[in-house]
């Protein structure tokens, strides 16, 4: 399961233990990919946070590799589920494939 994870801090809770939590980021993502949890990540231009694709068993694995970041208490987050997309082709064959046909 993909998922892409929106997150910015808070700027209203800033003080110095949000910049050493913002400092721990890095290694804090580096045990993820190192789980191979961890698909991507990327800075969003002018946001303080970032965009992240997590790919994960479960929803509760999502929750807790979220719940061990150190900005979790931070940070808002906006989780999107993600799927893979389709081609036109692949959407009509699995239509068709799953019309009923009619009794005569």
Same mark, same amino acid.
């Given at each position: 399961?993909?998922?892409l994870v929106m997150w910015e801090?808070?700027?209203? /809770?800033?003080?110095?233990?949000?910049?050493?939590?913002?400092?721990?980021?890095?290694?804090?993502?580096?045990?993820?990919?190192?789980?191979?949890?961890?698909?991507? /990540?990327?800075?969003v231009v002018g946001k303080h946070?970032?965009?992240?694709?997590?790919?994960?068993?479960?929803?509760?694995?999502?929750?807790?590799?979220?719940?061990?970041?150190?900005?979790?208490?931070?940070? /808002?987050?906006?989780?999107?589920?993600?799927? $893979?997309? $389709?081609?036109?082709?692949?959407?009509? /064959?699995?239509?068709?494939?799953? $019309?009923v046909p009619e009794k005569s």
């Amino acid at each position: 399961m993909k998922f892409l994870v929106m997150w910015e801090l808070d700027l209203a /809770r800033l003080s110095t233990g949000v910049m050493h939590a913002v400092m721990r980021m890095p290694e804090y993502a580096q045990d993820v990919v190192d789980q191979g949890k961890l698909e991507a /990540r990327y800075h969003v231009v002018g946001k303080h946070g970032g965009a992240w694709i997590y790919d994960v068993t479960s929803n509760e694995e999502l929750e807790r590799l979220l719940a061990m970041a150190p900005v979790y208490n931070f940070a /808002r987050y906006d989780v999107y589920p993600l799927a $893979e997309m $389709e081609t036109p082709a692949d959407v009509l /064959r699995s239509s068709d494939e799953q $019309e009923v046909p009619e009794k005569s």
